[in-house]
């Protein structure tokens, strides 16, 4: 059965210490994607920092990841970027679930991850109309 999802949430990426993070469905995307910057490759390591200094659940951490891959992935303003793919584990709904992410600068953008059609499909239904239903869910328990 289906888990019905609305156009934003906010989720946590457990393996990443990140909580708390805005997240905004975008059912024309198909890959995820997570705002990171200082990434880099190091004796075929991958580096980077999630979110940047500016948010207000950045902690400095870099994170090494031995297994990702480049691929190139079309972004929302149609240019062709050549980004990482690492994958990781989101907490939604109180469940978590593996994710790959591809990696890029979203800074100027309102929601750092984008969550797209490869994560969404076999397991949500969207509702535009609606917002934060995991985090609605979760919090309405824990009271």
């Known amino acids: 059965m289906k888990t019905l999802i609305g156009r934003t949430d906010i989720v946590d990426f457990p393996k990443l210490e990140l909580s708390g993070i805005d997240i905004k469905v975008d059912s024309g995307a198909y890959t995820s994607s997570f705002h990171c910057h200082h990434i880099e490759v190091e004796n075929e390591v991958l ?8 948010h207000n659940r950045y902690h400095e951490k870099y994170f090494y990841f031995k297994e990702f891959i ?9 240019s062709i970027e050549n980004r990482f ?8 709904f109180n469940e978590n679930h593996t994710i790959e ?5 979203r800074g100027s953008m309102m929601y750092p ?7 969404l499909s076999k397991k949500f239904i969207i509702d535009t109309a609606k917002k934060n239903l995991s985090f609605k869910r979760i919090n309405s328990k824990n009271q």
């Open 113 to 119: 991850v984008l969550l797209g059609r490869k994560f």
């Open 70 to 78: 480049q691929k190139n992935v079309k972004s929302s303003n149609g």
């Open 47 to 54: 580096k980077c920092q999630f979110l940047d200094p500016k």
């Open 101 to 105: 992410l591809s990696l890029t600068e």
């Open 85 to 92: 793919i690492i994958e990781t584990e989101i907490l939604i």
